[in-house]
């Protein structure tokens, strides 16, 4: 991949990393663009980092024994007025109408939708099934604030349980518990977990996981915490009110499990940022390596490149060559700014050597490497 084929047009080079605000300086990272108070577009560097977080998860989803699915961002309100949340939501739930007058509404969550389809597909004499799925939320926030930590259009895993039984029903729950820990752990975060409200979701109890940051605007254990996921048991709540009955004619016990993607995307980049800009881990980062070469126009800098993108390729590690033709300053600061997690400067200098400067992102050590051992010293992990 080259930089230059990157939705990628820093403006503001002048600007102290260090003295930015978080969402500004993700924005100078062109990781999203802001289109209206609390509206995101995500570019290309951006997304690179949110599928990190989407790879985490999806792993330990499939891991839990739940089945990947995509459900309508567009809902019949019906459904909603059948649960009796479509006046629970009130102002919060976005709502329109179409052409003959039918109420539609934007998910905020799919309980009703998951219900539906199961309802109309699943096996009545052994229901035992998980269903999760990542996609756009929205919720009319009166106060947007943090960039992505409350928007009004956000990335969420959502997950939905259905089993015959209350202990198939707390196995699922239990299984999703366990897997949020181990997602929270591979992205290096703390969670705590503490009791929820249970809220417009509804159902018998449920616990949200907190990691202490400045961010957030809770409190765990006596600190200032930001809620990034949050599981429930929801007993009978949604199946006695959409008619979903097991074999017995008893109705089938439900769960309900969020992640919020962005908003730990906006978590990780604030652990993840020093006065330089973003640094990437093994777990979250847009690229493995920057290959940063220094004089573009010179065919012996751009041969060397390519040969240096090709070995690295070949062993699995992603890499971004700056062919831009612009100041050395800029490409070296830029390759700092990105979330990458190492930095390889290519330069005529380097290639008369045969040693070229490696640099880890995070700790900002540097070491004089060999072409032959790059590839080697490049895939080494943290």
Do not use: P
């Amino acid at each position: 991949m080259k930089f230059s084929q990157q939705f990628f047009s820093n403006s503001f080079f002048e600007q102290d990393n260090a003295k930015l605000e978080l969402t500004d300086l993700a924005r100078k990272a062109c990781f999203f663009h802001q289109d209206a108070a609390g509206l995101y577009s995500w570019m290309s560097l951006g997304l690179r980092a949110q599928r990190c977080v989407e790879r985490v998860v999806r792993d330990e989803m499939d891991r839990a024994g739940f089945c990947e699915v995509q459900m309508s961002l567009l809902q019949d309100a019906d459904l909603w007025r059948q649960s009796g949340r479509l006046d629970i939501y009130g102002d919060e739930l976005m709502r329109l109408t179409n052409r003959s007058g039918r109420l539609f509404c934007l998910g905020a969550t799919c309980e009703e939708l998951a219900a539906n389809m199961v309802r109309t597909h699943y096996n009545r004499t052994d229901l035992s099934l998980g269903l999760y799925q990542f996609g756009n939320k929205y919720r009319d926030e009166l106060r947007t604030r943090g960039g992505l930590v409350r928007a009004r259009e956000f990335i969420m895993k959502d997950a939905y349980a259905f089993h015959a039984t209350d202990d198939g029903a707390r196995a699922a729950y239990e299984a999703v518990r366990d897997a949020y820990r181990r997602i929270f752990e591979r992205l290096g975060l703390d969670a705590i977990a503490k009791s929820g409200d249970n809220g417009e979701i509804g159902g018998r109890s449920s616990e949200e996981f907190h990691v202490v940051s400045e961010l957030g605007e809770d409190e765990a254990d006596g600190r200032r915490s930001l809620e990034c996921a949050h599981i429930f048991e929801l007993g009978d709540r949604y199946s006695k009110a959409l008619g979903l009955v097991n074999a017995k004619g008893e109705f089938v016990r439900m769960g309900c499990f969020g992640v919020g993607i962005s908003r730990l995307v906006m978590l990780l980049l604030d652990r993840q940022r020093d006065g330089r800009g973003f640094w990437g881990s093994d777990a979250f980062h847009t690229f493995d390596v920057v290959l940063t070469v220094i004089d573009w126009e010179r065919q012996a800098c751009q041969d060397a490149a390519q040969r240096l993108q090709r070995d690295l390729q070949a062993a699995g590690i992603s890499v971004l060559v700056d062919d831009r033709v612009v100041q050395a300053g800029k490409k070296l600061a830029d390759a700092e700014l990105i979330a990458c997690r190492q930095r390889v400067v290519v330069s005529g200098k380097a290639i008369a050597s045969g040693r070229f400067e490696w640099m880890d992102r995070r700790t900002l050590a540097r070491e004089s490497v060999s072409a032959a051992d790059l590839a080697a010293r490049c895939a080494r992990r943290r």
